[in-house]
């Protein structure tokens, strides 16, 4: 068994079940072009295994969701591994940076995912489109993230936004939310 797949296991995660064989996949991929590139801050296969776990972890309290968008992807956590790990949801992938909007659109092709989009755009630069669910790791603070998601929430759409413990911080105490905690992580899931 993998470090992934023993780190997946501890957890009640109900994954595809190609999703350790696709990720690994991923991983081997992002280890390839981290070396040229600098894609990520993750270097290590370990942390890697890690930052593929966070991003997967809210599978766990997610309701089941047709179409998704996910601002600034970076390298592809969240939105990618959510997309391996949610085969049924189309994801929109925006990355303005053209060698990770690149890398992405290599593992798309290479792993034969019909249910990603690339955009290698800024978000303000898309055209107004309803969403089901938001999602953002690591790119802005909270009011920046629910200002850049208003053109893409449609009535009783989900914003998922993946934060530190900063997190209470940031939050308008008007909103509809809650805070899911788990080891390291706050996820911010909040219902417009």
């Not at 992002?30 to 295994?49: P, V």
Request: hydrophobic share 45%.
């Amino acid at each position: 068994m993998s470090h992934l797949a023993k780190l997946l296991s501890a957890h009640d995660l109900h994954l595809p079940d190609d999703f350790i064989e696709k990720a690994e996949h991923y991983k081997a991929l992002l280890e390839k072009w981290n070396k040229i590139h600098n894609l990520t801050g993750a270097k290590t296969s370990q942390q890697i295994d890690e930052f593929i776990l966070d991003a997967v972890i809210p599978v766990s309290f997610l309701p089941p969701i047709k179409k998704a968008m996910d601002i600034g992807t970076g390298a592809g956590f969240p939105g990618m591994i959510l997309a391996l790990a949610l085969p049924q949801t189309h994801f929109t992938l925006v990355e303005p940076l053209s060698k990770r909007a690149s890398f992405l659109q290599f593992v798309k092709a290479d792993l034969g995912l019909s249910n990603v989009e690339v955009k290698a755009l800024r978000v303000e630069q898309l055209p107004s489109e309803p969403y089901d669910f938001i999602t953002s790791r690591a790119v802005t603070d909270t009011q920046m993230l629910l200002k850049l998601s208003e053109p893409f929430c449609r009535e009783g759409a989900l914003l998922l936004f993946y934060k530190g413990e900063k997190v209470y911080d940031e939050v308008d105490k008007t909103l509809d939310y809650q805070v899911i905690e788990a080891k390291n992580r706050h996820y911010l899931l909040i219902k417009r």
